[in-house]
């Protein structure tokens, strides 16, 4: 069996897996130190199953790293080196971040020459004596956490590498993050990302040790693995050494735990919580990915990030008195407290609902004075943000499934215009643990290529072989790996076979053998 | 309108310059941090109108050439706007009294504003596209029959080459092979002119009209349909015709293909306005054309800008679609493309959308 757990900025879910079946699930809230949150979704789980099962593994999404960057706490000083002068002079690491981040980082930022151009050439020979007084000043600085990001690195590695080499001669103790290990094309954004990642890998150790430590004190000694923002797992040594991967993985893994609940590979989901209700795409049972540069806490980045639309709609959201305007304020967490349902003072989407008699929440007798025409009017703004905003995600004409889950979803109407057919599948409230459970491994590379002096097939391997070698490199079997996703993208104003192909793969965990495995409770 | 543009205006300018580039340009991201870095590095630039400028002054032209998708990569550099010109003194030998920017549409509206900033030569309000457009041929320099060259271009590594070519067609190619050759991406100055020359083709007031439609856009509120009128009046006394929303309605369907280097497809708007024909918009990089059940109802020379709905904020091409909820407008085209000359320049482009 496998347990599933999705630590969210409110609740900690829980699922407890016997194949396709859920034998537990649970809704605790998030503790301060995270930790207990997650021992109290545990124990909930214990309770429910009576005898604790035969465990495999235990997969973890959570909001850790993301809010971290957010909220600019244990962020550690970064070093940033660049290899790619002479381009971009002026234009050194850390270029249009915040004050307040970069400040946490240290802005520690070196640019040197090297790199590459689109057409293999290189930009700029490496400079060996440059590349030494580099590692000699970071080296008197004392700073550990490093990221090295290089011009066509997705491309060409090599100054990337040739430099690592060197910080680790200088530096035995340095955590290096390699900037074409972590992003697509997009120097800057993937060298942010690479920044990001360097500054959060001393607190990704504390997590993941965090983590086994309340696994352990409960006497579970199975693999834990940690959710992507794609859908896809990694294992613990993995996660030390990526934790910006983990960013937004909780919508990701709501997707893929709706996909699940319904049996359903295309359709929309609609997952509503107390202030937003979060709009993506499952295609193949994945979420249809962003083609934007995505923005995390102000830093511009290009990971590969679920596209989700967020519309200020949800069970908390303030109504106006003629109910003409509903959200995007919403009274979030103490809908509990303020919602007139449940005694408070303030008009609130879940109160239109109860008064409309769509649902049972509070006491509905708090509700009976309202007017049926603000009810009305707030019903009708409510479809209207809901179908507006899914007709803008559906990938075409034709009607899709809508999916609804969240706690939230009994805001949503009987049926939707758009909507083939609306479903509110069982264990709704918990998708994002049940998402996170039956995550697979991925991996993905980006290369570019010359049709012209390259066969396509011979391109598409070469992208697909470092795909792979990612996949495994997060504890994939290599065996069971497949190409779920070739995007080929012709460059405009480009010679003609000039062409970007992004490569992704995806297969089961390898089976890791485990002494723990089973132990009881 | 003469003064100063600071690092505070970037923004907007960037904003109004995606407005005004018709769905092309290019993503302004990196060229407007390039062009904060340069301020905060040189100070701000003087700017002054084409008509504060002496008859006999020397003006060049000053932008960036070549593939968008590889300055992804190779990053542009604060300084490359300034050797370019400070070359183009050396070799041609005359130091210019003021710069002016190829095309206010997109990425190109920040490059010069640097080199004016660092080397204390003002910037030309005004530019010689009004918009967003492929080629050197289109430019009014070009089309008033003023030489590109002597040109110079400027690579990523401050190389740098002189063109000479006996017309704007023979020296296209020769700057986009530079730019291909050195990376993807240059810089070039050219289309060295007098002040008269200037004043009798530029499009005017060009970075002014940006700075005004990018503040609009970011301060104002309301929804595309209710800053028409608004929008309409920033329009009003420009060299641009009046503007006007001829349609909003959601994006039933977009497809593009990359063809011979650009980027061609055709956009398909379901109007709100119930019963009328859907709407075709056609795609060469840029907006082309509007078409109503096989009627043309907009075409360039005018420009067509699809804006989001909601906000009003410009939607680049390669940006676009399905379900979006878009505004178009058409705003008509400076006199300078509605001469035969004007419109012989765009025939290429013109035959696509007729074709």
Not at chain 2, 110 to 116: D, F, G, N, Q, S
């Amino acid at each position: 069996m496998r347990i599933g757990i999705d630590v969210g900025g409110t609740h900690t879910d829980a699922v407890l897996l016997d194949g396709e079946r859920i034998v537990a699930s649970c809704k605790e809230l998030t503790s301060a130190d995270v930790i207990s949150g997650v021992k109290a979704a545990l124990t909930e789980l214990h309770r429910q199953a009576g005898e604790w099962p035969r465990l495999e593994t235990v997969m973890i999404g959570t909001t850790q790293f993301t809010n971290a960057v957010i909220e600019r706490r244990e962020l550690s000083p970064v070093a940033a080196i660049r290899i790619g002068l002479p381009a971009g002079r002026g234009m050194p690491p850390g270029v249009g971040w915040p004050e307040d981040i970069l400040r946490e980082l240290g802005d520690h930022a070196y640019t040197l020459p090297g790199g590459y151009l689109y057409d293999g050439k290189p930009l700029a020979p490496l400079d060996e004596e440059a590349m030494q007084a580099c590692v000699e000043d970071i080296a008197a600085k004392g700073i550990t956490n490093i990221a090295i990001s290089s011009a066509f690195s997705p491309a060409n590695p090599e100054p990337e590498l040739a430099m690592a080499d060197r910080v680790r001669a200088a530096i035995p103790d340095a955590i290096i993050t390699l900037s074409h290990q972590i992003g697509r094309l997009g120097l800057l954004e993937r060298e942010n990302a690479a920044m990001l990642n360097a500054a959060l890998r001393p607190f990704a150790v504390r997590v993941v040790e965090a983590f086994v430590g309340a696994l352990s004190d409960l006497g579970i000694t199975c693999p834990l693995y940690i959710s992507q923002n794609d859908g896809t797992l990694m294992d613990a040594r993995f996660v030390r050494e990526f934790p910006a991967l983990t960013f937004s993985s909780g919508p990701t893994n709501s997707l893929r735990g709706a996909a699940r609940l319904t049996g359903l590979e295309e359709a929309i989901v609609v997952d509503i919580g107390g202030t937003t209700s979060d709009i993506g795409v499952l295609r193949g049972g994945f979420p249809r990915e962003s083609n934007r540069a995505v923005d995390v806490g102000g830093v511009r980045t290009n990971f590969r990030m679920p596209d989700i639309m967020a519309v200020g709609l949800g069970g908390g959201s303030l109504v106006s008195e003629d109910g003409l305007s509903v959200g995007p304020q919403s009274v979030g967490h103490r809908l509990v407290t303020e919602a007139l349902v449940f005694g408070g003072s303030t008009l609130t989407a879940t109160d239109i609902v109860v008064a409309a008699e769509r649902a049972e929440v509070g006491d509905p007798s708090k509700v009976a004075h309202l007017p049926k025409e603000t009810v009305e009017n707030a019903l009708t703004s409510m479809r209207a943000m809901l179908e507006e905003n899914i007709r803008q995600m559906k990938p075409d004409k034709q009607p899709l499934p809508v999916i609804l889950v969240g706690g939230g979803a009994i805001l949503a109407p009987e049926n939707l215009s758009d909507a083939a057919q609306l479903l509110t599948p069982e264990h709704s409230g918990v998708a994002n643990a049940m998402g996170a459970a039956i995550a697979l491994v991925g991996g993905e590379a980006e290369v570019f290529a010359d049709y012209q002096e390259e066969s396509r097939e011979g391109a598409l391997q070469r992208a697909k072989d470092q795909a792979c070698d990612v996949a495994v490199r997060a504890g994939g079997d290599r065996a069971s790996l497949k190409t779920t996703e070739i995007e080929e993208t012709a460059l405009p104003y480009m010679d003609d076979g000039a062409t970007r192909i992004r490569v992704k793969v995806v297969g089961d965990l390898a089976r890791v053998p485990s002494a723990g495995e089973g132990k009881p409770l | 309108m003469s003064g100063q543009i600071t690092l505070e205006m970037l923004d907007d300018i960037a904003a109004g310059a995606a407005f005004l580039a018709t769905g092309g340009g290019g993503d302004p991201h990196l060229a407007c941090l390039c062009a904060k870095e340069g301020l905060k590095a040189y100070g701000p630039a003087r700017m002054i109108a084409p008509e504060e400028l002496a008859d006999d002054a020397f003006v060049i032209a000053v932008g960036a050439v070549g593939a968008p998708t590889t300055s992804l990569e190779l990053l542009p550099s604060i300084d490359e706007a300034v050797r370019v010109v400070k070359a183009y003194a050396e070799i041609v030998g005359r130091r210019p009294d003021a710069l002016v920017s190829f095309e206010i549409g997109g990425s190109n509206s920040l490059i010069p504003i640097v080199a004016a900033a660092a080397l204390g030569i003002p910037l030309i309000d005004g530019d010689g596209m009004g918009r967003a457009l492929p080629e050197a041929t289109m430019m009014t320099y070009a089309i008033a029959g003023i030489s590109p060259t002597p040109a110079v271009g400027l690579d990523y590594a401050g190389n740098t080459e002189r063109f000479d070519a006996p017309d704007v067609q023979a020296y296209e190619p020769m700057i986009r092979r530079f730019a291909m050759e050195r990376g993807g991406m240059a810089v070039s100055a050219e289309f060295g002119m007098t002040g008269a020359h200037l004043k009798a083709c530029i499009v005017p007031k060009t970075v002014t009209l940006s700075a005004e439609l990018g503040r609009f856009l970011r301060t104002g509120e309301g929804n595309a349909a209710e800053r028409e009128a608004d929008l309409a009046k920033l329009f009003q006394g420009t060299i641009y015709g009046p503007l006007e929303l001829i349609a909003s309605g959601l994006v039933s369907d977009y497809t593009s293909k990359v063809v011979g280097g650009f980027d061609v497809g055709e956009a398909t708007l379901e109007c709100v306005v119930k019963g009328e024909e859907p709407l075709k918009v056609s795609v060469k990089n840029e907006y082309l054309a509007v078409k109503q059940a096989g009627r043309m109802i907009a075409c360039l020379p005018d420009l067509i800008t699809l804006v989001d709905f909601e906000t009003g904020w410009p939607i680049n091409a390669e940006r676009l679609r399905f379900g979006q909820r878009v505004s178009v407008f058409r705003i008509g085209s400076p006199a300078h493309y509605t001469t035969p000359e004007g419109l012989a320049s765009l025939q290429p482009l013109i035959d696509t959308v007729q074709g």
